[in-house]
């Protein structure tokens, strides 16, 4: 899927009056390990329960990495030391239509705290928390992509 194509999700439901375009900062955070975290969504937030990446929308006049650090602050109380843009996707759910900015962070400090009352979970393919929020799913797969490319360039 190119940056241009939007995917839409649960489209027999009724959609927002709203259909701006929301930027949605994301991060990924890795572990020496590989592990990377995943949050639940909290109570009273559309697909409360789902697990996600943590991260949230951009505020006026912010950059990605901005938004990326102040939302892991006040979600999951580190600071971002790093941020390398990943990949981006288009989703149209029911609530909004969104662009989410999936980073890669591997430096950060501060102690995890789940300032949200969310639950964590360190993972590895395949995960085992579920559901994942639709639009999370696809990083699942470009893990899996590079993760084999990988294996496959390390066993020639
Ligand atoms: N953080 C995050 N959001 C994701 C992921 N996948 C995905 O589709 N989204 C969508 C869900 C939401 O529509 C949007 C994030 O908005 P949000 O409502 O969680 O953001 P926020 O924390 O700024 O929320 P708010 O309480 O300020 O309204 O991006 C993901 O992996 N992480």
């Not at 890795?30 to 951009?58: I, N, Q, V």
């Amino acid at each position: 899927m190119t940056d241009a194509e939007v995917r839409v999700v649960d489209a027999d439901q009724p959609r927002s009056i709203d259909r701006s375009l929301v930027q949605v900062a994301v991060g990924v955070l890795m572990r020496g390990d590989d592990a990377f975290l995943l949050t639940s969504r909290p109570e009273g937030k559309a697909y409360a329960g789902f697990w996600e990446f943590p991260g949230g929308k951009l505020e006026a006049g912010e950059t990605v990495e901005q938004a990326l650090r102040r939302e892991l602050q006040e979600e999951i109380g580190i600071t971002i030391h790093d941020c390398t843009l990943w990949k981006t996707e288009r989703i149209d759910y029911p609530h909004a239509l969104v662009q989410l900015n999936f980073c890669k962070v591997t430096q950060w400090s501060g102690e995890l705290q789940m300032l949200e009352s969310q639950s964590f979970a360190w993972q590895q393919l395949p995960v085992a928390v579920k559901p994942v929020l639709p639009g999370t799913v696809p990083v699942l797969q470009w893990f899996a992509q590079e993760r084999a490319f990988v294996g496959e360039t390390h066993s020639v």
